[in-house]
């Protein structure tokens, strides 16, 4: 009986494609490994296989690397995750199971890219979730597939310049709390309200549930799957207006120095 692949938690990502190869990332479960095939054609007659061996100190997520691909071509492909009990490299492309993804139309693609053709890109920062409960911060990921989907724009990658998350995210209250953090106060209709800089979050575990939570949206999934994807942090993935200094011994968060590390850590 042919092995079933599920679906990753997270993912897949189009990391840095060239002439020649590209970078997918995935995030599968305990006791998974991710497995790729990818084709130059739909029907994937020609499909290769990889795989993906995913890092639980990573959140359980990894990287593969796949060389020697054609320039200029449309590479299809579908990323999901089997248990680490299989040797995936002993086994055959069609002893897997892929039905789910073509029934749910996650069969996504990349193009790898011609030498010297000119390239336009996107590039945009500061991914927050919203406040007043609107949640707005993805809309635009929503309009980006739609013109895509319309060829309405040729974007080669997109660049992600910082706040991917915010570790530290404003909420309000309609009375001042007792708290040292940071408070903005504002009048809205006759009354007074307060904005509040979060608290860094106190945990390896809330730090990676962040990315967990942003990158559910299904929209920015398949963008980011779709698309070539560059990323830098800046300092929300930690907390706000962050330096060094502020894990040093006696500082604001010396009481509690991982959290630097939780930060770079997840993201």
Not at 5 to 33: C, E, K, M, Y
Not at 78 to 100: E, H, R
Not at 214 to 219: F, I, L, M, P, V
Request: net charge negative.
């Amino acid at each position: 009986m042919p092995i079933t692949v599920n679906f990753p938690t997270l993912g897949p990502v189009i990391g840095h494609v060239n002439t020649t190869s590209a970078r997918l990332w995935l995030r599968g479960g305990p006791g998974q490994q991710g497995i790729i095939i990818y084709a130059s054609t739909k029907d994937f007659l020609d499909a290769k296989k990889s795989t993906i061996q995913l890092n639980p100190n990573l959140d359980y997520s990894g990287t593969v690397y796949l060389p020697e691909l054609t320039p200029g071509n449309r590479y299809y492909y579908m990323a999901g995750t089997v248990s680490d009990d299989l040797n995936i490299n002993s086994l055959a492309i069609s002893d897997f199971n892929w039905s789910a993804f073509k029934k749910h139309h996650k069969r996504q693609f990349f193009e790898t890219d011609i030498e010297g053709m000119p390239a336009s890109f996107l590039f945009g920062s500061c991914r927050h979730p919203g406040v007043w409960n609107l949640n707005r911060g993805d809309a635009c990921f929503k309009a980006i597939n739609k013109l895509q989907r319309r060829k309405s724009l040729n974007t080669r990658f997109i660049i992600m310049c910082g706040d991917q998350v915010y570790a530290d995210v404003l909420h309000y209250e309609d009375h001042k709390p007792d708290i040292d953090d940071e408070i903005h106060e504002i009048k809205r209709d006759r009354h007074r309200h307060y904005f509040i800089a979060g608290k860094a979050k106190s945990s390896q575990e809330q730090y990676f549930q962040l990315y967990r939570d942003a990158w559910s949206n299904t929209e920015y999934r398949y963008l980011l799957s779709h698309t070539p994807t560059y990323m830098m942090m800046d300092d929300h993935e930690i907390i706000n207006d962050w330096s060094p200094a502020f894990f040093e011994e006696n500082s604001r968060y010396g009481n509690i120095p991982e959290i630097l590390n939780w930060g770079l850590t997840a993201y």
